[in-house]
């Protein structure tokens, strides 16, 4: 090990933050990109689905919380794209390889959100599920990435809560509001719990991750604690829990679940999600169609800068005479 | 010596490393790195932080306090955006 390489690991073992100017291996800079740029495009693409809703939301109030809700997540891809770029990577780097499809996003979002229910289930399960996530990220190395964290898990509590309170709603109404909670719980619970990726025997980037701490929690123990705080509120709703085989182990003190279907999340992974193409498409649209935008304002800029020069030129030359 | 020719600077400081650089005060100097050594000397001299950060107070464009309730009002009315808007029952309330 080099002096470097000894100074950043002694950083990491007593729980000291790494930041931006200090010496990191190129392998965990790497990293870092890879996991915080995936995770600033998650929260931007998730704005999909539930945008989808804004304009066919039931009632006034639920279009103006639903609308504070997207409004945030594309708030959050700010923090993480501002924290990916302390390492060096550019914005519109992070938008091409989104865009040409080698970086990834989190796939929950390549599901349709199809029925009203859906709405609460994607507040209630998928921000819930993300919430188990983030909490434990606000411990991870790399100080950037924890403070954008931090501030996003004190911004995430209102979305699960608005979620659940819809599907409350939904489970107090007719039958038939109760069967559409039911079916949007049924298709999203699955999904939900493929959030936390793959166990921790398969995953790729994991024991490095570790390592590094940049990950503080294990695939497998994440989704353990969100299948343990669900099982509760999904009785609460009075609703059929999708996992037939749930059951609580007293010694082990967590709930014994059913396998994941690992066909569909790879799958999804690999592109033949429900939406995929389309969730890419319709980000490099808005894109290209916001072009204007970029443009006008470089344009603006120009002509301050050229303004500015002018006066001060002027400003000397009567100095002059 | 006068300070008139000087520039100002903010002087911001990290106090462990982790946190957010925080204002402590400001300083005159020549140049930024006269500022950065003035600031070491001026606020750091019990091991106050870790890092220094020092900005021409030039360079920072501030919102104004008097305009801070036209500035701010178009987040006054909307209290669901706090988690405590949503009243649930006891049982599923830790979330
Ligand atoms: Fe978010
Ligand atoms: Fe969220």
């Keep these: 090990m080099t002096p470097e390489e000894q100074n950043f690991m002694r950083k990491i073992e007593t729980e000291e933050k790494i930041e931006p100017k200090d010496w990191m291996p190129e392998a965990y800079r790497k990293n870092l990109i890879r996991q915080i740029s995936q995770h600033a495009h998650s929260e931007v693409i998730g704005t999909q689905p539930e945008g989808n809703w804004i304009t066919r939301a039931p009632s006034l109030r639920r279009k103006a919380v639903l609308l504070a809700k997207v409004q945030d997540e594309a708030g959050h891809g700010l923090y993480l794209y501002s924290a990916t770029e302390t390492l060096g990577i550019s914005r ?155 059951c609580w182990n007293e010694a082990r003190g967590h709930y014994d679940s059913g396998e994941i279907d690992w066909d569909e999340f790879y799958a999804v992974i690999n592109g033949n999600g429900h939406c995929n193409r389309q969730r890419l498409q319709h980000h490099i649209k808005v894109h290209e169609e916001g072009s204007w935008v970029r443009e006008a304002l470089a344009a603006y800029n120009e002509k301050q800068k050229a303004r500015k020069q002018q006066a001060e030129a002027n400003k000397s030359n009567q100095n002059v005479a | 010596m006068t300070t008139e020719n000087l520039e100002l600077f903010e002087v911001f400081i990290r106090s462990k490393r982790g946190l957010d650089h925080k204002h402590v005060g400001s300083l005159h100097a020549e140049d930024p790195a006269q500022a950065l050594e003035y600031a070491r000397d001026c606020y750091t001299r019990r091991s106050e932080g870790v890092s220094i950060w020092v900005v021409r107070s030039a360079d920072i464009v501030a919102s104004q306090e008097d305009d801070a309730e036209s500035f701010y009002d178009p987040s006054d009315d909307k209290p669901y955006r706090h988690a405590t808007y949503y009243q649930l029952p006891d049982p599923v309330n830790n979330m």
């Design chain 1, 92 to 246: 519109d780097e992070m938008i091409a390889a989104l865009q040409d499809g080698s970086a990834k996003y989190a796939s929950i979002f390549n599901y349709p959100a199809q029925t009203w229910g859906d709405v609460g289930a994607i507040g209630w399960l998928v921000d819930g599920a993300a919430i188990v996530n983030q909490v434990s990220l606000q411990r991870t190395s790399y100080g950037p990435y924890a403070r954008a964290m931090i501030r996003i898990c004190k911004e995430e509590s209102f979305h699960q809560r608005q979620g659940y309170e819809l599907m409350l709603e939904l489970c107090r109404g007719t039958p038939e509001q109760k069967a559409m909670a039911q079916d949007s719980l049924n298709r999203f619970y699955w999904p939900a719990l493929m959030m936390f990726g793959p166990h921790d025997s398969e995953s790729a980037h994991s024991a490095r991750s570790m390592q590094w701490k940049i990950k503080r929690e294990s695939n497998d123990d994440l989704r353990q604690k969100f299948i343990d705080q669900t099982v509760k509120q999904i009785e609460f709703l009075g609703l059929e829990h999708p996992d037939k085989a749930i």
